[in-house]
T-cell receptor, first 113, second 116 residues
Framework: GDSVTQMEGPVTLSEEAFLTINCTYT??????LFWYVQYPGEGLQLLLK?????DKGSNKGFEATYRKETTSFHLEKGSVQVSDSAVYFC????????????FGTGTLLAVQP | KAGVTQTPRYLIKTRGQQVTLSCSPI?????VSWYQQTPGQGLQFLFE???????NKGNFPGRFSGRQFSNSRSEMNVSTLELGDSALYLC???????????????FGPGTRLTVL
């Protein structure tokens, strides 16, 4: 079945450091890919998405490119801030009359001042 | 517009009891999905309701059930609670007017269930 694999956390960075969180997927067909963020005590918020190969999703300085050849959707940010500390989830949607998302296990990011 | 609300936010139960969690979607949204979040398993899909009908179901035992009302509010029930049911239960709603394709989901803050 479809699945998403994320790098293990926690990831600890200093403020203004470069961030990469790896995400790879296994799916038939052409899934849509997402990054969600969960701040402490809150639900998930959609951070960015890409619906087809070579699409780049971007939001709040975060970017991810849908790479079908490597089945990857890595999250990057050039300069992280303390306020970016959160858990980040990679997810996919693979069609059908449903809104079911398949999530990775999440990666905790801790940014230190 | 109010977001997705979930009640209660925190719940403590003992093994063998049952529990009902509630989710009120964003006004106008017709699809409601439930997910279980645990440190070991991450986020796992429980089920989805659309127009009062269960449209999709994850791989959970029959102790987990749900329903959706005509106003799109949804409840999920867990009977005969086990220690392993301790988790954050997240509800998500989406507009989905036609019921035929993915619509962005908006998540509630979750209900933290602890089973002792």
């Amino acid at each position: 079945g479809d699945s998403v694999t994320q790098m293990e956390g926690p990831v600890t960075l200093s403020e203004e450091a470069f961030l990469t969180i790896n995400c790879t997927y296994t799916a038939t067909g052409y899934p849509s890919l997402f990054w969600y963020v969960q701040y402490p005590g809150e639900g998930l918020q959609l951070l960015l998405k890409a619906t087809k190969a070579d699409d780049k999703g971007s939001n709040k300085g975060f970017e991810a490119t849908y790479r079908k050849e490597t089945t990857s959707f890595h999250l990057e940010k050039g300069s992280v801030q303390v306020s970016d500390s959160a858990v980040y989830f990679c997810a996919l949607f693979n069609g059908g009359a449903t809104n079911k998302l398949i999530f990775g296990t999440g990666t905790l990011l801790a940014v230190q001042p | 517009k109010a977001g997705v609300t979930q009640t209660p936010r925190y719940l403590i139960k003992t093994r063998g009891q049952q529990v009902t969690l509630s989710c009120s979607p964003i006004s106008g949204h017709r699809s409601v999905s439930w997910y279980q979040q645990t440190p070991g398993q991450g986020l796992q899909f429980l089920f989805e309701y659309f127009s009062e009908t269960q449209r999709n179901k994850g791989n959970f035992p029959g102790r987990f059930s749900g329903r959706q009302f005509s106003n799109s509010r949804s409840e999920m029930n867990v009977s005969t609670l086990e220690l392993g049911d301790s988790a954050l239960y997240l509800c998500a709603s989406s507009f989905d007017p036609s019921g035929s394709s993915y619509n962005e989901q908006f998540f509630g803050p979750g209900t933290r269930l602890t089973v002792l």
